[in-house]
């Protein structure tokens, strides 16, 4: 043993050639930093350390080490989900297309032609990025694109209906995830809310009624995240766009989800699309980029032509612009729809339609491999604020311990984490939302989980 006054200095440990590979890897600052209180540690816990000779410091260089790896490791890091929920919020909703991936990568590293005009050699815009795909696809007369849905609503109020009346049926008074209520929103924007109807019924004669006045517009807010059953009524879309029509007001639908494709196709309720509140006569339709669309986060504004531009001129518009690798990835996720892959090429509706056999053969192969578990049929959900209360039938891979938290806990602390999910003390896996290349992952930390088990 030695007199901790005996531990070498920092100049000296800057001096071994671990100190320079750190260095090499963290910078000189970061290493410096860490050292020192690699010493303080030592001296702290009076923990002592044997004679010095060239293998003596390799406790100060190890703890420093982990210290580095600690600091600059990333907080946002990929996960494995293995929940089943397709579009979970808290695991960052969509996973991106490899055409989205690679269009934001590519424009991301170079300069581009984001606010530059190249037939004309002078100063664009960037509002004309993904216009033209969002026109073609809905057959709306304009669009604009903001960093989301949150934000698109915001602008449209705040350029429409500031110090005037904005009506919504109480029906509609939604809050979605992270405490966003509507009604705030709308404070925020200057607009003034006006409730009609009831909790549960609204009629058109409420609108007509309310619409007297300094009335700025008439907001339609999709009932995403929750459904509204029983003795309930409201008008249909047309009957909403044909009133405001009556007042000369413009009509606005706040879908949120972003549906393009038609959800029935693959045994789901019918999930509102952005064609049909169009084609029903609202006059500007706002939604989600990184919802159903499952594409980049966005909030896309489409419709009447006159309204767009407003929106475009107001001041907010520039607070809440997207960036250049927002706009290329979302072009790429709209040309898939374009060009009728989405299905095939957009992870979230490749997981929508997987095949039930396909995922059963996934389940029983995990199965085998793990030399554990049990397969049974189970339920996933869409989530995201989409289609709420619907599921899809899926098989489950089971794992039964003793601590089914303890499980998941470890799970987590695995490379890549794994998020699972519990049910009556049984952990489950479920194969429709792992990512195919992430599968020998997911596998692997498994195995390595399930061995640790007591």
Request: glycine share 8%; net charge neutral; hydrophobic share 40%.
């Amino acid at each position: 043993m030695i007199n901790l006054r005996d531990l070498p200095s920092v100049g000296k440990l800057l001096e071994s050639p671990v100190a320079t590979d750190l260095i090499a890897v963290y910078g000189r600052p970061l290493t410096l930093s860490a050292l020192r209180d690699a010493l303080d540690e030592i001296r702290r816990k009076k923990v002592s350390i044997e004679a010095i000779d060239p293998t003596s410091t390799e406790i100060i260089f190890n703890r420093a080490g982990d210290m580095l790896a600690i600091r600059t490791a990333p907080s946002l890091r990929g996960v494995i989900n293995s929940t089943g929920v397709i579009l979970h919020t808290n695991l960052g909703r969509a996973p991106y297309s490899k055409a989205t991936s690679r269009a934001m990568d590519e424009i991301s590293h170079v300069y581009s032609n984001l606010e530059y005009d190249l037939s004309q050699g002078e100063r664009g815009s960037r509002l004309v990025h993904a216009e033209n795909l969002l026109k073609s696809l809905t057959g709306a007369e304009a669009a604009i694109v903001v960093n989301n849905n949150a934000s698109a609503v915001l602008l449209v109020l705040a350029a429409l209906a500031n110090r005037r009346k904005v009506i919504v049926s109480r029906t509609q008074l939604i809050e979605i995830g992270g405490g966003f209520r509507l009604p705030d929103i709308m404070k925020q924007s200057g607009a003034k809310l006006v409730e009609v109807g009831t909790t549960n019924r609204v009629h058109l004669n409420d609108y007509r009624e309310a619409l007297q006045g300094n009335a700025a517009l008439v907001l339609h807010a999709h009932r995403s995240n929750f459904k509204l059953i029983g003795f309930t009524d409201e008008p249909e879309l047309s009957e909403l766009a044909a009133i405001s029509r009556e007042f000369d007001l413009p009509a606005v639908d706040d879908l949120g989800s972003g549906a393009l494709i038609n959800t029935e196709k693959y045994g789901l309720a019918h999930e509102p699309t952005v064609q049909e509140s169009l084609k029903a006569g609202f006059d500007l339709v706002c939604f989600s980029g990184d919802k159903l669309l499952g594409g980049p986060q966005a909030g896309i504004i489409v419709g009447n032509s006159k309204l767009v531009e407003k929106l475009k001129r107001h001041p907010l518009a520039r607070a809440l612009r997207a960036d250049k690798t927002r706009l290329a990835g979302l072009s790429a996720t709209l040309l898939h729809y374009l060009k009728d892959e989405a299905e095939h090429e957009i992870p979230v509706w490749k997981m929508i339609s997987e095949p039930l056999e396909k995922i059963r053969l996934r389940a029983e192969d995990w199965c085998r491999r793990l030399g554990s578990g049990e397969v049974i049929k189970g339920e996933s959900t869409v989530g995201g604020g989409s289609l709420p209360g619907e599921m899809l039938p899926t098989y489950l891979l089971t794992i039964r311990t003793a601590s089914p938290e303890s499980f998941l806990e470890q799970l987590r602390g695995c490379q890549p984490p794994v998020i699972a999910r519990t049910s009556q003390d049984v952990v489950l896996i479920d194969p429709r939302t792992v990512l195919p290349d992430q599968e020998d992952e997911l596998l692997s930390n498994l195995t390595v989980t399930i061995a640790a088990l007591p």
